[in-house]
């Protein structure tokens, strides 16, 4: 039956962790490269350099610019959905307060600063707009369940699950605020604020 | 004393009025120009020949790419200000669902979309970043003032402030959530949600 040898599949199990790495170090410098400099300003070609990676090697993993950094923004949206449950293994335990502070920390680092690159070209660029659409999204929704489960919201009551959509725009709006300026001390306080009111409204 | 003859005087006026339109042609093509290209797309010359004026004559008002834009969304921030306050020229008179939605009606239209295309472009390019930094500030108390008289909320009390700004962030966030698709219907039940919270919140 032909079959793999033993020697063949030594072979490729570190050049799969290779290829996988490679991945991982072009993913990381794409959204790097994003927040910093921009839809206009990253290429490529830009981020193979950054990775240390060919632009051969990184056409291979992505074909296209709109792949590269689609995968990006959502292979760091991931990342950081899996440190935020982390954060909290045993759910919100009762602290909602550290729960909106994580929640919005979300949209206030590198990440939500190449998404919003990313959204803001896409409204422009018909080629980026469905794929960044659909990205949105997705990762949307997922962040909404995370914070469902982490506010421990009961979302079969009427207006909870409007409550915690409202917060997650208020949280993509800190995220904005936060762009030109460090909006970090009146953040704190509207967090603070916002955590107590959600208190009330969730009961 | 030399002084301006009855004849002088009445050739000046038209010729102010003149002025006048052709700036604010000019600041509103640089606003639907922004809304609707983008940062990249969106030079003096573009403006110029969607508002049907010369070159020439839009850099004799605005010397400079930067003056155009900023002026140009400061313009209209300021227009929707005043249409805001007469849409309740009595203050919201307890309707506040009302003055919430008018609120976040703000951030959902060309309006928004050119100052996001701005704020983006300012994250990036340093000699936009201070004038966009100090329009956003200036833009963002005004707002705050409306806000707060529009809801007769009162400051004196611990928390209110910033329930106001929350409500601000959260109109910002769902400004974003609708730059790719239209976001109308859950917008609307995220705001009748957070309207029936707020009233509760501001007592």
Redesign the interface.
Known sequence: MGGVSTADRAERVPKQDRSRATRQRLLEAAVSCLA???W??STVSVVAERAGVSRGAAQHHFPTREDLFTAAVEYVAEERSTALRALFPQGAAGDRHAVVAALVDLYTGPLF?AA??L??????EDQL?PR??EL??RV?RETHRIAVDLLAADETLP?VR??V??L??????????N???DDAA?RE??V???A??LE??LG
């Open positions: 910093e400099h921009g206009a300003g600063r919003l690159h959204w803001v070209a896409a409204s422009n707009r960044v659409t949105e999204s949307g207006g409007e409550t959509q409202g997650l725009d208020m949280a993509r709006g800190l995220g904005l605020a762009l030109l300026t009146r306080r509207v603070a604020q916002w107590d009111v009330e409204a």
